[in-house]
């Protein structure tokens, strides 16, 4: 079956997908982002990702190049287009394509507009975290507004690949005063040798990851014990489990860190039950949007 791509208004054949070269997002990466999964048809917590993308663009100043219910709508297209059951949605919103210079363009510049979907194997997904993964530790020397979901990723590109050249899955960022901040491309979570899960907080140094955030509500539903707070590397190397978190990776256990298990190096128990628990605490959207509908309600 032949891919396609949402482009600038129109639905085109992947191969034909194409943004100009003097697009803002590929000369100064001045554009935002947002990944979405897809169950069975249905996006995933589409309210908060649309409520991150509504901060990302106002944090950049960068308006909206349709409507919010537009971007409802075509990401259902697309979706159905491609005739994904499981999978992810991009979305991309740059500043548009104007001459390259610094300062923003002229108010008459619209901004420009990406949506793409493709396949993710949630199954394969459930046998790796059957297994877990590794992580190694590494400087956080990203910019200080980490808190945007911008396509300005050259720092965490930097960091996945040395993490992936170490032999691991993922780099865990360690700020200045040895706190780990978050992966590249994800959230970091430990559990305390006396049982507390541990994640940083949300405005020091990391993104406000929709997955974090989810099951951040599945803990206090559940009374699980948990804290936001940063936590070192020591702490980390002492934990009884570990686990990323992101919209790809639901929740998946870390048996390495630095070339250490993690307790006795088998994906925690906690961490298991809690992939569980994720989508059944998460939002399916539904796969007409209608306006007003509960999913899209701030
Ligand atoms: N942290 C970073 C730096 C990320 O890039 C991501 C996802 O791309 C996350 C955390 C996890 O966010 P989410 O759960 O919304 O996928």
Not at 96 to 109: E, K, L, Q, Y
Not at 209 to 226: A, M, P, Q, S
Request: hydrophobic content about 45%.
């Amino acid at each position: 079956m032949s891919r396609i791509a949402y482009v600038n208004g129109r639905y085109l054949p992947f191969r034909q997908a194409m943004v100009h070269i003097e697009d803002r997002g590929y000369q100064f990466s001045d554009g935002v982002y947002e990944v979405c999964l897809v169950q069975d048809g249905h996006l995933v917590d589409e309210r908060l990702h649309m409520a991150r993308l509504t901060r990302s663009l106002r944090e950049l100043q960068i308006r909206w190049p349709v409507t919010p219910s537009a971007l409802a709508v075509i990401m259902r297209e697309v979706v159905a287009r491609e005739r994904l059951r499981d999978g992810v949605i991009y979305v991309q919103i740059t500043r548009g394509v104007a001459t390259r210079n610094h300062p923003f363009p002229p108010a008459s510049v619209k901004p420009a507009l990406v949506v793409n979907a493709r396949p993710h194997d949630l199954a394969a997904g459930d046998r790796a975290a059957a297994e877990g993964i590794a992580v190694v530790t590494m400087p956080d020397i990203r910019w200080q507004r980490v808190d945007i979901k911008t396509v300005s990723l050259v720092a965490n590109v930097l960091a996945k690949e040395a993490a992936h050249q170490a032999g691991a899955d993922e780099a865990w960022l360690v700020d200045r005063d040895g706190y780990i901040t978050e992966g590249s491309s994800t959230n970091a979570w430990i559990v305390t040798p006396d049982g507390v899960l541990l994640t940083r907080r949300v405005g020091d140094g990391i993104l406000r990851g929709v997955t974090r955030e989810v099951l951040v509500g599945i803990l206090r539903r559940d009374g699980i014990r948990f804290e936001e707070r940063s936590f070192t590397v020591a702490e980390a190397l002492e934990a009884r489990e570990a686990f990323i978190t992101s919209a790809g990776n639901l929740v998946m256990p870390v048996v390495r860190i630095d070339g250490r298990p993690v307790a006795n190096g088998h994906p925690g128990q906690l961490s298991l039950m809690l992939r569980g628990l994720f989508l059944d605490g998460a939002e399916h959207s539904s796969l007409r949007f209608s306006p007003g509908s509960p999913n899209m309600s701030d």
